[in-house]
């Protein structure tokens, strides 16, 4: 056997190996590094990997620490942690609950609306259906909602945040489809490519993020026409209506000058996405200030979950690094690059194919990691057969945005059964979310047929 | 006979113009040349380590040699600035002389013989672009506050003529000049320039680079791994980094005016000289920087600035003396 | 077994003391990056070793409080089996993980990472940007606190298996023993 077809073997091998290693539970970024490293020693006991490429993990890794545009995730992570503590969510949720409480569906709609909000605002998945969870839930099951349909709005609602920016997974893909586009296109002979950048891509979020709210808004819309009694209205007395206007403004105003500042800034072209999130952050704290939450304790406990949330993502990073050095030096990415090459349908084959196989990761894995693995050495063949950049980008987030949702392993499964009333069962949550993953297929859907969705805004903001 | 498997790691993307495509022509060719006995694989920037951290795969043998520009690693020696090139400095013929014969490879080796590297000259832009600028400048007035791309010692003449410096990855800056976070930016010239797609969102183009009369390219080699090599071997690698400086220079010479003409004929941009007043202030800054380098250096930093400006000194007699007024006169008496 | 208990204690004690205070970082980098944004937007100046001050404190904190994220456990794992297998069974991944992925990693860093780092302490290192930060060297040194702290760590996981293993996970006091609810304490 030729080396190359040993390489090649190894590098298949440890692609498959490494999802069945990642099932024993053990933390994923050292997972992925150590399963690495044993290939890595099998291929060099068969004579096909150099172990000193391994140093070049460091070089990377010191990459990581001393890149520019990476900063702005964890002040994103921060500004959302601090926006969190900050009592804007709650608030929200109360008086939207209030305005569109006498609508049938309205407390439904509210959620979707202040999802979409709190999206708009902070770059983490999480705090949001957490939050939800504790205020609009039991609202809604008090007012008579069908659980399925609360917990499926709750769920997809507070994802929002991964696709509408800002957002802490459109950063690194941005980073790392700049790179691996800057590469393609002068590869192909194209020195004048439209550039990306992460505000791009934020750019091209936008429009699918409020296509996914409009998409649930017509399905609790179309619930609450066809199947009154799983939505109904909650009246609000008219003593809690009175001062109703002020205290919608009291409520809409910090969060919509935070979106103003922070997305304002980077789509209108002012800020960088870095810069802009420092700003946000020092809003989040001024609003926290504002809202008489600003403690040595909060600030104390912000800093800890923004470090070690920060961590956690760039140590899978790091061990990400580690196995795309191996598979790499093992031939794994002329592998891939033949096996998509030459898919039938060409560059559509090719992304659909990528596009399923990162929606069955999403059943078992997160985000990260998928797009740590995958974008790496997919992101190259695709962009080579012709695939947009932004597009490509947009796709991935809206597909993996919905791995939170996919039961049995969805993370905003796992948050809202943490905070869900007992009555709630587990199956219940499920079966709700149902509707909302295929929301999420058609979303996928139209993005697919009118790729426009995404294109249209940053050609007119970049172009 | 024994056949050496080499990784050349580059601060490039692939097949980027000049500079990129010079990288790959010269692994090619000394595969090609050793008849497939020393075959050199390039990564690109990004592929096996981030472009600036080139230098250090070498060193630490993830990659056997790299192609980059020396200026990158002035943290590990200011001294290094010197052969990429310096503001107000050496054209690329008077670098390859400095380097060549006049003591200048011998101060190179001195400074990579303590990270166990060779230096060889790979490639060269020759003289630059100043820049493009979204306002015309009519003097040193309005580079108060101007917030201006451009990185090492050019960047700092800039910053000492009033410029708000800042250095960003090339894809980084159409979207800040745009955005208007940027008011200026400069990369290379037109050959690299047109395929960034300044020219949309900046129409002022300053020529000439005062501060970065050329670019010279380097290929490093470890020093263990060279001395693996049969003679033969060692004796082609630097006959082909030789050869590529040639090329690559040529390459930029070909293009760059093919370049300009498009940028100027299809998308309207202003070719435009700098105010005497700014190349006036640019030249004192210039040997404010350089002095600054020679006096607050090491020894080893100090000797190769003298060397430069000794060199610097001799080369300009004949540079000046004859091709400059040749030049003068070719521009004034000669048409077809 | 005492002297497993101990090792735990003592290893978690010095993560929890090294991530608290690094998680400040976290701040310095906001307050940083907003002066440099203000400098920039309001006044048209710029200072250029902040520009690289902000982007190390948040390098420096990432990789420094790793040790104490897996002492937290917030790490991400793939737990479909995991979250909700017995006690003793993770136990047994923990074990298996730490000497077969955990350790080899945090070697291979080490090997690696320890040359470079060294080298870069010798010429005192500085930024590569002109007119940038000193020190270079001690943000690069973070990869070995990194090594050094997610290693111990790494080891207290292996002891705490082993207590779980023979029975005596009750040496442990509460916060450092196995928590057996569903609750996710952080979010990716
Ligand atoms: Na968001
Ligand atoms: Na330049």
Redesign the interface.
Known sequence: MSAVLIGEILACLMFVGVIGVLLIGFPVAFSLAGTALIFGVVGWLMGVYDPSNYASIIGRYIGLMSSETLVAVPLFVFMGVMLERSGIAERLLLTMGKLFGNLRGGLGISVIIVGAMLAASTGVVGATVVTMGLISLPAMLRAGYDPKLATGVICASGTLGQIIPPSTVLIFMGDMLAGINAQVQMEKGNFAPEPVSVGALFAGALLPGMMLVGLYLCWVIYKAITDPASAPATPVPEDEKKHLAREVMVALVPPLLLIIAVLGSILGGIATPTEAASVGSVGAMVLAIANRKFTFSILRQAVISTATITSMVFIILFGAAVFSVVFRMMGGDNLVHAFLSNMPGGAIGATIIVMLIMFMLGFILDTFEIIFIVIPITAPVLLTLGVDPIWLGVMVGVNLQTSFLTPPFGFALFYLRGVAPPQVSTGMIYRGVIPFVLLQVVGLALLFMFPQLVTWLPELLYH | QDVYNWRMVTTWPKNFPGLGVGAQKLADRITNASGGRLNVQVFASGEMVPGLQALDAVIDGSAEMSHGAAYYWQNKSQALSFFTGVPYGMTSRELASWVRYLGGQEQWDKIYDQFGLKGYLSGDTGTQAGGWFKNELTGVADVQGLRFRTPGLGGQVWAKLGASVTNMAAGEIFAALQSGTLDAAEFVGPYNDLALGFYQVAKNYYFPSFVEPGLATELVVNKSKLAELPPDLQELVSVCAQASYDDVASDMYANDPRALRSLVDDHGVQVRAFPDEILEAGAKASMEVIAEIREGGDALTKETAESFISAFNLLRERTEGTDAPFLTARQKYIKY | MQLLAWIVRGISTINRVA??T??????A???V??T??VQ??VF???V?WM??L???L??????G??G???L?D??????????P?STRW?AI??L???V???L??IY??L???W??IA?SWS?Q????????MPG?FV??S??IVFAVLVGLQ?IAMACRAILVLTGQQDLLPAHLRYVNN???E???
Request: glycine letters at 8%; a negative charge.
């Open positions: 991530g608290e690094l998680s400040w970082l976290a701040l980098c906001v307050l990056c907003f440099v944004v920039r937007y048209s100046t710029s250029l520009q690289d902000y982007v190390w948040s390098g420096a904190m990432f990789t409080v790793a104490f994220a897996l937290r917030d790490h991400v794992r793939v737990d479909i089996f995991y979250r297998a993770k991944a923990d298996f993980g730490v077969v992925f955990l080899p990693f291979v860093v090997t690696y990472g040359p470079a080298r010429y290192e500085a930024s590569g940007n002109v007119g940038g270079l943000l690069k973070f990869i790494g569903e609750e996710a952080t979010a990716p």
